[in-house]
């Protein structure tokens, strides 16, 4: 079965599955996913009932009326029931014109925005199952399916409940007015188990942070309501959670139960919903705010990843923002086994994108325009290729191949000189920006063209791995006339930035992206290094540019310096929200501060995964587990711990497609221990640490004997589990 908006199905009373906001959201005007369900032990040898409850979601409601994007809508529901007789016979149940509609239901309202009301009083005992007399029932309007939109099973897991939080603290305001915290932001809803009296609604209402005086700060949910109401039929003690919507929060008010009676934390508890993918990544540390880095990673992702990636989780917004994606996407592999999560919103990429080539700022687009931002829409490109890397899976690269292209060929369709002026937000919410704006000091034309440059490059890796050589070798050309039209454009010959503006990001893209001469490359890295130590050894970086800083200046011999900045603990940097109580992603890098408050109310998410992407480091380079794009699915991999900092161990593991792999450090006085698992079947490359730039001595403890072929630079790791000091 499946929706335009979200379902839930019973059979003979029975709730069918354990998912939640079916079938998920995916242009709707060309491809719908359906879900299957085995109900073999519901199903009666004589009468059997199938109800169905109906909401809004993401289709009718008013995330996507806020823009014409999509008209005016109804939610609708498609399903049939499949049966196999013992005598070999079937029989065929569908959703047709003679189901009956009931529109008095207790569910009155849902809305993803604005939350749900609940009337108990309206409840409709034994309304799926046999017996039950719906004489009164309206009949239903049934339209054909049509052949313009796409049935399709669903690639990827559907939402589900993963976890329960119990709450942590309560906090009486007034009168039957209590706040509950659960001592972590999450994504999902409550569950009720509160007193309650005939009469008297149940108002609940949530924040991620809390206003001075305890009350909840909800200035940042904008225009989304995000309140549920619970209308109770007796007086006693709920059992109550939400259907058809969810909300991002710590914090929950419950206003309405019995003046007289005592809060107990047992009233309410966080329900965490998100697409229901297993962990296949670890990372762990001896610095405890490194590991609270760590969580509130995984926690940002697991929020945001309720069946599409969205930016944010609670105001009036929820989208999927095609930047965000991008950045993220490498650090999102090595958490969570998201590989159909991302084929499944890759295909809707493929769907939105523009005749023209452009892909939307948002997939689905619910915004009006082709957009095409540089930096967003190019996770058309980076995000199949770097599915590719960390699974081996050609199909990804296959099946998006197409798109790849064409989002290029738009670059270079709107190019004057390998040059291009795009319109786009920049270098998002680059901190202390001179032009006083959200879109940094970074050129918008420089962003535009290292994208370019960076596109044609995977272009050209991606077609090598498909076996299209000359296209390879196309886009390997493209890559030089763009880092020679880039290099001149907007670098001196000394390697300086010839902009108005000299930003830690405009370095960090023509160095990653590898468009400046060999000449040019040396300078510009003492140039990005001088511009870090006027910052106070602080990043000056938005969306774009942090997630390149600390792999930038490791791969430039600088990871002294990645390490300072990521171990800062003032503004800017991960370890200041983290000092603020953070514990998810945020936004801005103060959108909260003890000494000054909140920040601006209209952008100021505390659950916003995009500067998680500094996790990639963490895994690659902190504990030293790495990919080869050269051997994509961990085939051959990297084993190049990099100790650092205050640290004195790290560690990291990944569930690859040949078993768990896994790199581990640990200081021992003056040497260093480094444990690492290579999975059958693969191989790796030990790379030993260097210590003021001389790499260490090291020797075999247990293991597969250590060979090199270069004297002692790199060293073969065959399948099992190695134990090595270095000293």
Request: with cysteine.
């Given at each position: ?5 979200v ?5 003979n009373?029975e709730?069918?599955g354990e ?6 959201w ?9 879900l299957?369900?085995?109900?073999t032990?519901l199903?009666?040898?004589k009468?059997n ?6 909401g ?6 008013r ?10 809508a109804?939610?609708e ?13 079937s ?5 047709d ?6 529109t008095?239901g207790p ?18 005992p034994g309304?799926?199952?046999p017996?039950?007399d ?6 239903v309007?049934a ?6 939109v796409r049935?399709t099973p669903?690639?990827?897991h559907?939402?589900?409940?993963t ?10 305001l007034?009168?039957?007015r209590?706040v ?5 932001n999450?994504?999902?809803?409550p569950r009720?188990?509160t007193?309650c009296?005939?009469g008297s609604p149940?108002t609940?209402r ?11 700060y909800t200035?940042n949910?904008r225009?989304?309501?995000?309140t549920?109401?619970?209308?109770p ?5 709920t059992?109550?959670s939400p259907s058809?919507t969810f909300?991002?929060?710590?914090y929950v ?5 019995p003046?007289?009676?005592?809060p ?5 508890s ?5 697409s229901?993918?297993d962990?296949?990544g670890s990372?762990v540390?001896s610095?405890?705010k490194?590991n609270?880095?760590?969580s509130?990673?995984t ?6 990843y309720?069946d599409i ?14 930047g965000?994606a991008?950045v993220?996407?490498?650090?999102s592999l090595?958490?969570y086994?998201?590989?159909s999560f991302?084929?499944?919103?890759l295909?809707s990429?493929?769907?939105e994108?523009s ?8 997939v ?5 325009g082709?957009?095409?931002?540089p ?16 699974t081996g ?6 099946e998006?191949y197409?798109?790849?292209?064409r989002?290029?060929?738009a670059?270079?369709?709107?190019a004057k000189?390998?040059i291009?002026q795009?319109p786009g937000?920049?270098?998002w919410?680059?901190p ?6 959200s879109?940094?000091?970074t ?11 960076r596109?044609?490059q995977?272009?050209?890796r ?5 076996g299209?050589?000359s296209?390879a070798?196309a886009?390997?050309?493209?890559h030089?006339n ?8 907007f ?6 930035l010839?902009?108005k503006?000299?930003t830690?990001?405009?370095?960090l893209?023509a160095l990653?992206?590898?468009l ?11 140039s ?12 000056r970086?938005?969306?774009l ?9 490791d ?14 603990e ?8 983290i000092?603020?109580g953070?514990?998810t ?8 501060s ?6 601006n109310a ?7 995964y995009?500067?998680?992407a ?11 587990l790495?990919p080869?794009?050269s051997?994509?699915g ?9 100790p650092?900092g ?9 569930d690859?497609?040949?078993g ?13 221990l ?5 999975p059958?079947?693969t191989t790796?490359?030990?790379l030993p ?10 020797r ?6 250590l ?8 060293f ?12």
């Amino acid at each position: 079965m499946t929706a335009k908006g979200v379902f839930e199905a019973y059979l003979n009373g029975e709730r069918v599955g354990e998912d939640y906001m079916t079938p998920g959201w995916t242009p709707y005007d060309s491809r719908i996913e359906t879900l299957t369900y085995d109900v073999t032990d519901l199903l009666e040898p004589k009468q059997n009932v199938i109800g169905l409850v109906l909401g809004e979601g993401w289709y009718a409601g008013r995330m996507m009326r806020k823009t014409e994007v999509y008209p005016l809508a109804l939610p609708e529901v498609i399903a049939q029931l499949e049966v196999t007789y013992t005598d070999g016979s079937s029989e065929t149940v569908v959703t047709d014109r003679r189901w009956r509609a009931c529109t008095e239901g207790p569910i009155r309202f849902s809305g993803i925005y604005d939350g749900e009301v609940y009337d108990a009083k309206k409840e409709l005992p034994g309304w799926s199952e046999p017996g039950y007399d719906d004489a009164s029932w309206r009949g239903v309007t049934a339209t054909p399916v049509g052949t313009k939109v796409r049935l399709t099973p669903k690639r990827h897991h559907p939402v589900r409940a993963t976890e329960e939080l119990e709450s942590v603290h309560v906090n009486r305001l007034g009168p039957g007015r209590f706040v509950f915290d659960l001592g972590q932001n999450i994504v999902g809803w409550p569950r009720l188990r509160t007193p309650c009296e005939t009469g008297s609604p149940i108002t609940i209402r949530y924040a991620e942070m809390l206003n001075a005086d305890g009350s909840l700060y909800t200035e940042n949910y904008r225009g989304a309501k995000s309140t549920d109401r619970y209308v109770p039929a007796t007086d006693g003690v709920t059992d109550w959670s939400p259907s058809f919507t969810f909300h991002g929060f710590r914090y929950v008010e419950i206003s309405g139960v019995p003046e007289d009676a005592e809060p107990q934390l047992g009233w309410v508890s966080g329900v965490v919903l998100h697409s229901d993918f297993d962990k296949t990544g670890s990372f762990v540390s001896s610095h405890g705010k490194l590991n609270q880095l760590q969580s509130n990673i995984t926690w940002g992702q697991r929020g945001n990843y309720l069946d599409i990636p969205t930016d944010c989780p609670q105001r009036d917004e929820r989208l999927g923002w095609t930047g965000d994606a991008q950045v993220f996407c490498p650090t999102s592999l090595f958490n969570y086994d998201v590989h159909s999560f991302w084929a499944s919103w890759l295909e809707s990429v493929r769907q939105e994108q523009s005749p023209a080539g452009l892909v939307p700022n948002v997939v689905p687009n619910t915004l009006p325009g082709d957009g095409g931002s540089p930096g967003w829409g190019d996770v058309a490109v980076v995000g199949p290729w770097e599915v590719y890397v960390r699974t081996g899976d050609t199909r990804i690269l296959d099946e998006n191949y197409e798109l790849m292209a064409r989002w290029t060929k738009a670059y270079e369709n709107q190019a004057k000189e390998y040059i291009v002026q795009r319109p786009g937000y920049g270098d998002w919410l680059q901190p202390y920006p001179e032009t006083k704006n959200s879109r940094s000091d970074t050129p918008l034309d420089l962003i535009a063209t290292a994208y370019f440059g960076r596109c044609a490059q995977l272009m050209s890796r991606a077609a090598a791995a498909l076996g299209r050589h000359s296209e390879a070798d196309a886009y390997a050309e493209l890559h030089q006339n763009v880092k020679r039209a880039f290099s001149k454009e907007f670098f001196d010959a000394d390697g300086r930035l010839a902009t108005k503006h000299e930003t830690q990001t405009g370095y960090l893209l023509a160095l990653a992206f590898d468009l400046l001469d060999s000449s040019q490359r040396e300078p510009a890295v003492k140039s990005l290094v001088a511009l870090i130590d006027q910052a106070g050894g602080h990043l000056r970086t938005g969306f774009l540019g942090t997630p390149l800083l600390a792999p930038q200046l490791d791969s430039l011999g600088r990871s002294d310096l990645a390490y300072q900045i990521l171990f800062k603990e003032t503004y800017p940097s991960w370890f200041y929200s983290i000092n603020q109580g953070a514990t998810t992603m945020w936004e801005r890098w103060n959108s909260y501060s003890h000494d000054d408050g909140f920040g601006n109310a209209g952008m100021n998410s505390f659950n916003h995964y995009a500067y998680g992407a500094i996790g990639q480091w963490m895994y690659e380079r902190v504990a030293g587990l790495a990919p080869d794009p050269s051997c994509p699915g961990y085939k051959h991999f990297f084993i190049q711990p990099n100790p650092g900092g205050p640290l004195t161990s790290a560690a990291a593991s990944l569930d690859t497609p040949y078993g768990r792999a896994s790199c581990g450090w640990e200081e021992q006085g003056d040497r260093l221990l480094i444990v690492a698992v290579v999975p059958p079947n693969t191989t790796a490359t030990f790379l030993p640490p260097s210590v003021d730039g001389k790499l260490s001595k090291v020797r075999l403890v247990s293991g597969a004997e250590l060979s090199s072929s270069d004297g002692g630079a790199t060293f073969l790791l065959t399948p099992g589990r190695h134990e090595i000091v270095a000293d």
